[in-house]
C-alpha cells in the first residue's frame, strides 16, 4: 500500500472527468446541428463511469492486498430518442413537410452536468494534493 | 529502530497513508454508478495488534443517490484534510525521536 498509488487513483478521476467535460462540450457545441457523417442531426453523448483497479506492474508488486479502485471510461452512450423536429420550411434540411430534425439536448442540463464534471475534477486535484504533501512530509523525515 | 513510541507512531502512519488512498478512490469514483464508498474502521485497525493489510469495508448510513452511489463529498473532503492533519503531526513527532537519536550519535563523535 503505496501512497504513490494513491496518486494514480487521483489521476485516474481527474482524466474521466476531462474525457465527460469534452463530451458535454461537444453535446452544447453540437445543440444546434442538423447534419453530420453518419446522417441526420447529431445525438447526444454521455460518459459512463466504471470503478477498475489502477494497476502499474511496479505497484503492484509490493501492493497485494490493499486494491484502490479508480475509475475510468468504460462505454460512451449515444442518446437513441427521437430528434427534435421544428417547423423550419426555408431550412436546406427541411424535409417535405417542412420539419427539420434538431438533436434533442437542453443545453441547461449539459450545462449543469459540465459543472459537476469540473467541481468533480478539482475535488481530484485536492485529493491528489493532500497526498502530495503527505508523501512530502515522510520525505522530510531523512532530513 | 527506536523504541515502542516510534513504531506505533510508524503503523499509525501507514493506516492514514492507507486510509487516504481509500479517500481518494471515493473521490475518484464519487460519480461512478452503483460504487460504494469504502473505508477501514480506524481505531480498531489500530487497536489491533497484528500488523498488515487493514480490512476494508463499505460505510453504512450514507445516502443513496439515485445511480446507487453513496459517495458524499463532504464526508471525503473532510476525511482528506483530517487524514493529512493527521499525518503532519505524526511526521514531525516522528522526525523529533529521529533528532534525538541523531543528537545523541553526534554528541558522540564530539568527544
Do not use: W
Request: proline share 4%.
Amino acid at each position: 500500500m503505496s501512497l504513490f498509488s494513491a496518486i494514480s487513483v487521483g489521476a485516474s478521476g481527474m482524466a474521466a472527468q476531462r474525457a465527460r467535460a469534452e463530451l458535454l462540450v461537444e453535446n452544447l457545441a453540437n445543440a444546434e446541428t442538423t447534419r453530420t457523417p453518419d446522417g441526420g442531426p447529431y445525438r447526444r453523448k454521455d460518459a459512463v463511469f466504471e470503478s477498475t483497479d489502477i494497476s502499474s506492474p511496479f505497484a503492484s508488486f509490493f501492493d497485494t492486498q490493499l486494491h484502490g479502485s479508480g475509475v475510468a471510461i468504460s462505454d460512451i452512450v449515444t442518446d437513441t430518442s427521437d430528434p427534435e423536429r421544428r417547423y423550419m420550411p426555408g431550412h436546406p434540411d427541411a424535409d417535405a413537410d417542412g420539419y427539420v430534425a434538431f438533436p434533442h439536448i437542453n443545453p441547461a442540463e449539459d450545462m449543469v452536468d459540465l459543472m459537476s464534471a469540473a467541481r468533480g475534477y478539482e475535488a481530484n486535484v485536492a485529493a491528489i494534493s493532500a497526498v502530495k504533501d503527505m508523501i512530502q512530509k515522510s520525505i522530510d523525515l531523512l532530513h | 529502530m527506536l523504541d515502542g513510541v516510534a513504531t506505533q507512531l510508524e503503523r499509525y502512519m501507514d493506516l492514514l497513508s492507507a486510509r487516504q488512498k481509500l479517500v481518494t478512490s471515493n473521490i475518484a469514483n464519487a460519480d461512478t454508478p452503483g460504487y460504494q464508498t469504502q473505508d477501514i474502521d480506524f481505531q480498531s485497525e489500530f487497536q489491533s495488534a497484528l500488523g498488515g493489510a487493514p480490512h476494508v469495508m463499505e460505510v453504512q448510513g450514507l445516502p443513496f443517490k439515485n445511480d446507487g452511489n453513496n459517495v458524499s463529498l463532504d464526508r471525503e473532503s473532510r476525511l482528506l484534510s483530517e487524514n493529512a492533519l493527521r499525518f503532519s503531526v505524526a511526521s514531525n513527532l516522528l522526525r523529533s525521536e529521529i533528532q534525538q537519536v541523531r543528537t545523541a550519535i553526534k554528541e558522540g563523535q564530539g568527544s
